[in-house]
């Protein structure tokens, strides 16, 4: 198996035009190839892809992961594993996989499931190929080319001086609570998804929004748009659908929340927090 080190660099690209030497990550699903003595992903060069045994549906050009040409292979359902190795969920892995890996496997598992939904195309029926220089299935009956799906969404910590506004959605497993989300409406700014989706979900206005961060988000497709924003008026009240909990806690005394190393949820909230901490510290300003 090959292992990436700290200084390991990748660099998105659609066409591999260096023609390096290969390597490859293993995608099933959600699933990824992890090796089961160093619990962490399973990159294998070419000689290893050709003795193992594996039966593959398709390989993606990822881009370039130092001075390799780096491949996803979709795992035929009924393929066998090479020995020592097995398939995670890759939510499973968030937190526990270095940062280098996670561009690499949101890259990997949204391509193959866009490759795996656009089959035939959506204007005439007829079937699809890679095209050969874009990143997208062609259509060679009607010229319609299908690019990727990456959806947009707004993600937000409201805040009122040194209180911040934490909510628990629904579908949380457990008791966590994070920032306000939602996906961005056809022919909608960003300023206005920041101002729709908060009053809907917690029927307040927010005022001041100012842009942080972004973070891919592969489940399945999102683009994180992370923005501070400040309260402005209103009384907080869950949509009871979404949302079954919004409060507002101290910022010394906040409930279980994201891990920053991994969501950007967490970012934004230890961002202010860091903040606020500084403002205590003799001779800030």
Known sequence: ????????????????????????????????????????????????????????????????????SLYALELD?????IPETSL???????????????????????????????????????????????????CKDC??????????????????NERLLLAHNKNFPTKIFSTLAGFIEVGETVEEAIQREIFEEVSIKVKNCQYYGSQSWPFPSQLMLGFHAEYEEGDLKPDGEEIDIAEWFHYQSLPDVPPGRISISGR?????????????LPGFT
Not at 52 to 63: N, Q
């Open 143 to 160: 010229n319609n080319l299908i690019y990727p799906r990456i959806s947009p969404c707004i993600i937000v910590l409201v805040t009122d």
């Open 268 to 280: 934004l909230i230890e961002s202010y927090v860091n903040k606020l901490t500084k403002k205590d």
């Open 77 to 81: 359902n009924e393929s066998l594993l």
């Open 1 to 68: 198996m090959i292992t990436l080190s700290s200084k390991t660099t990748f660099v998105v690209e659609n066409t591999d035009t260096k023609q390096l030497e290969k390597i490859y990550l293993v995608v099933k699903g959600e699933d990824l190839l992890i090796d089961s003595v160093s619990q962490n992903l399973a990159l294998i060069d070419n000689d290893q892809y050709k003795w193992s045994g594996m039966a593959v549906k398709t390989e993606h050009f990822i881009g370039y992961l130092d001075n390799n």
């Open 88 to 138: 995670k969920p890759f939510r499973t892995l968030l937190g526990i996989i270095p940062d280098t890996y996670f561009g690499i496997c949101s890259r990997s598992i949204q391509l193959v499931e866009w490759n795996r939904k656009n089959k035939y195309c959506g204007t005439c029926g007829s079937e699809t190929s890679l095209h050969l220089v874009e990143k997208a299935m062609f």
